[in-house]
């Protein structure tokens, strides 16, 4: 397993214990989902939430929990995963290059959909703006959205 993947997050902090709470993450990862190879960012906290069309407002799922930007070894290459604390049911959303469709919502939820995929998901981060920022850019460097799919809408 490639752990030696770093996050901005943790780079701040003492090293050692970065490491070490990479390699735990991983483990728990793992156990989840054997595909997974690398944590390539992370989020203390994030919620999802859906768009609810009828009412034009943003639905708070029973999804929160750390979330990761990960590698894996078979496709979807790379995906968002939650380590959900509402549920035993974790949540996977695929990254694929040239399929995801990135939107600033407020400024402090991130939408992320696949091209013609009608569901609309949110991501709050706990990290506020510069959480939403360092997932932005990280699922941009990984995914690779056509530029005709990036969008910030304020």
């Given at each position: 397993l490639d752990t030696m993947a770093s996050t901005s997050t943790q780079s701040a902090q003492d090293p050692q214990l970065a490491d070490y709470r990479t390699k735990l993450n991983?483990?728990?990862?793992?156990?989840?989902?054997?595909?997974?190879?690398?944590?390539?960012?992370?989020?203390?906290?994030?919620?999802?939430?859906?768009?609810?069309?009828?009412?034009?407002?943003?639905?708070?799922?029973?999804?929160?929990?750390?979330l990761f930007i990960v590698r894996r070894d078979n496709a979807p290459e790379y995906s968002l995963y939650m380590l959900n604390r509402q549920s035993v049911k974790n949540v996977a959303i695929p990254l694929i290059p040239g399929e995801v469709k990135l939107t600033t919502v407020n400024s402090d939820i991130l939408q992320v959909a696949r091209r013609g995929e009608k569901q609309r998901r949110g991501v709050w981060f706990h990290g506020g703006a510069e959480a939403l920022e360092r997932f932005r850019k990280a699922i941009y460097e990984y995914a690779e959205p056509s530029r005709s799919l990036w969008m910030s809408a304020r």
């Open positions: 991983l483990k728990s990862l793992t156990r989840s989902d054997p595909h997974i190879t690398a944590i390539l960012e992370t989020s203390v906290y994030s919620v999802i939430y859906e768009y609810d069309d009828a009412a034009e407002s943003w639905e708070k799922q029973k999804q929160e929990g750390p």
